[in-house]
């Protein structure tokens, strides 16, 4: 296919022929039925609750670092790994469906979640069910690069939602720590003995 010369990433093309826009463009390109099944019904069940507890344009940031992550460790292992059987590119949104996956299952750990509407499970248990599932292809089929575009997909998901990663919230303390370092105890002026009210200053 000639598009998927031009759109679709792997080692070769974006850190050997430096087609770096690659990294943007190859999740919008999926060649298997299957795969594009499975991505539909994933976003069709998950999607929705993550767009709603976050917004649109905190989701669509998400979305992309997912997105890109995957691309980028997939297509470096498989460049890095050249003697493996795996070197087809990283297309899809596989990443960012099993991102959201483990989204998912931090933000809404105990909730009730009918799997194909006839499963009923927690978000945590689908968490774990769909990953497990995910690492058996991957061994069974060798896909690493594949497999690892996932995998750090997931993990930077889980980063980003288990509420450890706040860096808004260390520049906020770290410009506290900048103001108090400027700040100094004074006491009372009109106080000789120095035992009257102190201030900041």
Known sequence: MEIAKVVAATGQSVWLDFKIWQLVTSPFLEVEFVALIFQGFMLW?????????????????????????????????????????????????????????????TLFANQQVQFFGVLPITGKQLTIGISGFMLLFVVIGQSWGEGAANVSAMLAAWIMTNGKWTPKLWLLKRKQKRIRAHLKVVSDKDDPAGKGPTYLN
């Not at 709603?52 to 890109?68: D, T």
Request: charged share 10%.
């Open 45 to 105: 069940m998950f999607i929705p609750a993550l767009e709603r507890w976050w917004g649109f344009k905190r989701f669509l940031k998400f979305a992309a670092l997912a997105s890109v992550i995957g691309v980028v460790v997939g297509t470096l292992v498989i460049v890095m790994l050249p003697s493996m059987p795996d070197a087809s590119p990283i297309t899809g949104l596989d990443p960012l469906i099993y991102a959201s996956i483990v989204a998912y299952g």
